[in-house]
T-cell receptor, first 111, second 114 residues
Framework: GQSLEQPSEVTAVEGAIVQINCTYQ??????LSWYQQHDGGAPTFLSY????GLEETGRFSSFLSRSDSYGYLLLQELQMKDSASYFC????????????FGAGTRLFVKA | EADIYQTPRYLVIGTGKKITLECSQT?????MYWYQQDPGMELHLIHY???????EKGDLSSESTVSRIRTEHFPLTLESARPSHTSQYLC?????????????FGSGTQLSVL
């Protein structure tokens, strides 16, 4: 089977840096992605890592270590609007090309 | 921007009714998905499709069915709605490119079964 683990909640202050970790267990692996979801909204794509290393997109960066089955999302210069749920998701070949999501990390940004 | 649409946005219906949730995308994506999500919880994959005439069940057991007669259309049907079906249903599509997968989500259908 496949499973992903990420913290349920993280709290940080405006302007700070926060890291959201994700560990996964899958049979086969294509890549790790991150999605942001505000309350009442749909998930929106943030990043996708197929290879080891750090990918940077503006204030957000995502890291992957395939040997450790581990990745993280790094949010810099936190803003109040970053308060949302963040989901890591794995795309694996087992049973097809399914994308499986973690339980999500609720980020609270305080002033 | 993503062009994937779900209707209705909200639906309140009585037990035993048959319902169809609509999902359409104009991006020409082969792969489409249905996820179920309760408030503050994870997304559970209930159905997916590789392309026309292809449908597969996801990891979460569901009493719903899907069809994929056209590339752009992936409706989900509940033959007999029950209160346990109350949830948000999210439709998504992707190119399925292994090196850069990106799911585009619709706005979702919030279903309440009384």
């Amino acid at each position: 089977g496949q499973s992903l683990e990420q913290p349920s909640e993280v709290t940080a202050v405006e302007g700070a840096i926060v890291q959201i970790n994700c560990t996964y267990q899958t049979s086969g692996f294509y890549g790790l992605s991150w999605y942001q979801q505000h309350d009442g909204g749909a998930p929106t794509f943030l990043s996708y890592n197929a290879l080891d290393g750090l990918e940077e997109t503006g204030r957000f960066s995502s890291f992957l270590s395939r040997s450790d089955s581990y990745g993280y999302l790094l949010l810099q210069e936190l803003q109040m609007k970053d308060s949302a749920s963040y989901f890591c998701a794995v795309r694996a070949p087992t049973g097809g090309f399914k994308t499986i999501f973690g339980a999500g990390t609720r980020l609270f940004v305080k002033a | 921007e993503a062009d994937i649409y779900q209707t209705p946005r909200y639906l309140v219906i009585g037990t035993g009714k048959k319902i169809t949730l609509e999902c359409s995308q104009t991006m020409g994506h082969d792969k489409m998905y249905w996820y179920q999500q309760d408030p503050g919880m994870e997304l559970h994959l209930i159905h997916y499709s590789y392309g026309v005439n292809s449908t597969e069940k996801g990891d979460l057991s569901s009493e719903s069915t899907v069809s994929r007669i056209r590339t752009e259309h992936f409706p989900l049907t509940l033959e007999s709605a029950r209160p346990s079906h109350t949830s948000q249903y999210l439709c998504a599509s992707s190119t399925g490119d292994r090196t850069n997968e990106k799911l585009f989500f619709g706005s979702g259908t919030q279903l309440s079964v009384l």
